[in-house]
């Protein structure tokens, strides 16, 4: 099948998944794509000496945020996750994740250089929706130079932003955050603060999550006046294109325009539909999990009491013409955006509500997503270690020369230097045999240290 055949295919399909835009035309200068892929020209700026037009939307971005200055990222919210660590630490610095944090920001910690210091959940729930405790950071890290913080989380959980920026700011750590799915906080006061509002130094958001710029289409916001803007921008040179594509920069500053003036509207009603939703399901074995802090643009369902897994309900809702953003053993996703009408959300509800029971079934009871790591050496070590290819099944114990992730959603099972597990082998079994993707698996085989 050619790639417009496969993309045209989904031209009707609900879109419960990212991008933000669902597939709808809610800006302008998007018709005619050939015609605006332009190059550096006197009278079109420059990404990376932004002067003219670029340098004004830029602008427009940081006083529509409230922040000192914004970046626009045509490398996705990796670029800036990569260009704020170098520009931040230096090798060997001591600096604390969370262990559910996206491969982006494992990948910045190996070209750093830096030793990770990881949070970690206790088992008892979901570790991929674990959040950083704040209370914990003056009494067990006060050694770190900072902070790369996830907020929201993948699954929509929320730490306490508000405690843990005022800790690094009394503290002077500097805090990063991957708000990669949070874009949309900052238009409206049901959902969490964001974590530019509530001073965190540097913020990068993947505007096409949730927003409506195109796929690939990121910005980054400097919160605080401590950042080295000019050794950022520097970084930023390094990590993204020569070549930058205006017509991603162009789909950042008409996502902007469209979501100031629609965004705060939108995502009070996205909070109402899910009431909705969740008087649905009341009759149903779905039904919605949240937290006490919770970005409401994700539709978190449980499935377990219908005894069917995630895996299982998503091929469903697909066979319905129902696309979500994530299945697990227990849960799905489903991920709204701007571009989210209530009859996706009422369709998904229908569809939910038509699925039986599935009777005599033995599931999972997966609880243990990320296993406590048992690092040997340094990442940056670790992929430059001469290495072999072996089964899975005979890699106990064996140190890890690549990473393992399955994907969705990007958050690693083990990293290069770390030992793999009688436990992790059984994760990672499990996963193939119900046909997650997972990166970093050839054959059946895991790229280990010889």
Same mark, same amino acid.
């Given at each position: 099948?050619?790639?417009?055949?496969?993309?045209?295919?989904?031209?009707?399909?609900?879109?419960?998944?990212?991008?933000?835009?669902? &597939?709808?035309?809610?800006?302008?200068?998007?018709?005619?794509?050939?015609?605006?892929?332009?190059?550096?020209?006197?009278?079109?700026?420059?990404?990376?000496?932004?002067?003219?037009?670029?340098?004004?939307?830029?602008?427009?971005?940081?006083?529509?945020?409230?922040?000192?200055?914004?970046?626009?990222?045509?490398?996705?919210?990796?670029? &800036?996750?990569?260009?704020?660590?170098?520009?931040?630490?230096?090798?060997?610095?001591?600096?604390?994740?969370?262990?559910?944090?996206?491969?982006?920001?494992?990948?910045?910690?190996?070209?750093?250089?830096?030793?990770?210091?990881?949070?970690?959940?206790?088992?008892?729930?979901?570790?991929?929706?674990?959040?950083?405790?704040?209370?914990?950071?003056?009494?067990?890290?006060?050694?770190?130079?900072?902070?790369?913080?996830?907020? !929201?989380?993948?699954?929509?959980?929320?730490?306490?932003?508000?405690?843990?920026?005022?800790?690094?700011?009394?503290?002077?750590?500097?805090?990063?955050?991957?708000?990669?799915?949070?874009?949309?906080?900052?238009?409206?006061?049901?959902? !969490?603060?964001?974590?530019?509002?509530?001073?965190?130094?540097?913020?990068?958001?993947?505007?096409?999550? $949730?927003?409506?710029?195109? $796929?690939?289409?990121?910005?980054?916001?400097?919160?605080?006046?401590?950042?080295?803007?000019?050794?950022?921008?520097?970084?930023?040179?390094?990590?993204?294109?020569?070549? !930058?594509?205006?017509?991603?920069?162009?789909?950042?500053?008409?996502?902007?325009?469209?979501?100031?003036?629609?965004?705060?509207?939108?995502?009070?009603?996205?909070?109402?539909?899910?009431?909705?939703?969740?008087?649905?399901?009341?009759?149903?074995?779905?039904?919605?999990?949240?937290?006490?802090?919770?970005?409401?643009?994700?539709?978190?369902?449980?499935?377990?009491?219908?005894?069917?897994?995630?895996?299982?309900?998503?091929?469903?809702?697909?066979?319905?013409?129902?696309?979500?953003?994530?299945?697990?053993?227990?849960?799905?996703?489903?991920?709204?955006?701007?571009? $989210?009408?209530?009859?996706?959300?009422?369709?998904?509800?229908?569809?939910?509500?038509?699925?039986?029971?599935?009777?005599?079934?033995?599931?999972?009871?997966?609880?243990?997503?990320?296993?406590?790591?048992?690092?040997?050496?340094?990442?940056?070590?670790?992929?430059?270690?001469?290495?072999?290819?072996?089964?899975?099944?005979? $890699?106990?114990?064996?140190?890890?020369?690549?990473?393992?992730?399955?994907?969705?959603? &990007?958050?690693?099972?083990?990293?290069?230097?770390?030992?793999?597990?009688?436990?992790?082998?059984?994760?990672?079994?499990?996963?193939?045999?119900?046909?997650?993707?997972?990166?970093?698996?050839?054959?059946?085989?895991?790229?280990?240290?010889?």
């Amino acid at each position: 099948m050619n790639i417009i055949d496969a993309l045209k295919k989904h031209k009707s399909s609900i879109r419960l998944h990212m991008p933000g835009h669902k &597939g709808k035309n809610l800006t302008s200068g998007h018709e005619e794509l050939y015609s605006l892929d332009l190059t550096e020209l006197s009278d079109t700026d420059n990404l990376h000496h932004a002067s003219g037009m670029i340098s004004e939307a830029q602008k427009q971005a940081a006083q529509l945020y409230h922040v000192y200055e914004s970046r626009f990222l045509i490398n996705g919210t990796t670029a &800036g996750i990569l260009a704020a660590a170098s520009a931040s630490f230096r090798p060997d610095d001591k600096v604390l994740i969370q262990r559910n944090s996206h491969l982006s920001v494992y990948h910045a910690a190996l070209l750093c250089d830096i030793d990770l210091v990881f949070a970690c959940g206790d088992n008892k729930g979901y570790d991929e929706a674990y959040i950083l405790e704040s209370e914990k950071l003056s009494k067990e890290y006060a050694d770190i130079k900072g902070i790369i913080m996830t907020y !929201p989380t993948y699954v929509g959980t929320c730490a306490d932003i508000k405690k843990a920026a005022l800790w690094a700011k009394q503290s002077s750590k500097t805090l990063i955050v991957d708000e990669a799915h949070g874009a949309h906080l900052a238009f409206s006061k049901l959902y !969490p603060a964001s974590a530019e509002e509530c001073g965190a130094d540097i913020v990068i958001q993947s505007t096409h999550k $949730t927003l409506s710029s195109l $796929t690939q289409s990121s910005i980054l916001h400097v919160g605080s006046s401590t950042v080295d803007i000019d050794k950022l921008d520097f970084y930023l040179r390094i990590f993204q294109s020569s070549s !930058p594509s205006y017509i991603l920069l162009n789909s950042l500053q008409q996502a902007l325009y469209f979501a100031s003036e629609y965004a705060e509207k939108i995502f009070n009603q996205i909070h109402t539909w899910r009431t909705y939703l969740k008087d649905m399901l009341s009759a149903t074995n779905f039904y919605l999990m949240e937290d006490e802090i919770y970005d409401w643009a994700k539709l978190w369902i449980n499935t377990k009491k219908s005894n069917y897994t995630g895996f299982e309900i998503k091929k469903i809702l697909e066979e319905k013409n129902i696309y979500i953003e994530y299945a697990s053993h227990t849960y799905i996703i489903a991920l709204c955006g701007i571009g $989210t009408v209530q009859s996706d959300i009422i369709a998904l509800g229908n569809a939910l509500k038509k699925i039986e029971n599935k009777k005599n079934a033995h599931l999972t009871n997966r609880s243990v997503y990320m296993p406590e790591p048992v690092s040997k050496i340094k990442m940056k070590e670790a992929v430059s270690c001469n290495y072999k290819y072996a089964e899975i099944k005979n $890699t106990k114990n064996k140190i890890s020369a690549d990473f393992v992730i399955p994907y969705p959603p &990007g958050i690693p099972l083990i990293i290069p230097g770390e030992v793999i597990t009688e436990q992790i082998i059984e994760i990672i079994v499990d996963y193939s045999n119900i046909g997650v993707s997972i990166m970093g698996i050839k054959e059946n085989k895991i790229k280990v240290i010889k």
